[in-house]
């Protein structure tokens, strides 16, 4: 009777998801609209602020 292996694969190694963690400070009244929009949205903090970002990185427009 064949005995069946245990494979284990290799654990992505911390960062290498593609994401990058850093810091920001922002007006506490910013914060409670965040906060806000995330519990009506039932998102994380994290995933709306990364909404928000990509959609103002997508649209601004740079002037002189």
Request: glycine fraction near 6%; charged fraction near 40%; charge should be positive.
């Amino acid at each position: 009777m064949k005995e069946d292996k245990l494979k284990i694969s290799k654990r992505r190694l911390k960062g290498d998801d593609g994401f990058k963690v850093f810091s920001v400070r922002l007006e506490q009244g910013l914060v409670d609209r965040i906060d806000n929009i995330a519990e009506y949205t039932n998102r994380s903090r994290n995933e709306l602020i990364g909404i928000l970002l990509r959609y103002a990185v997508e649209n601004c427009e740079i002037t002189d």
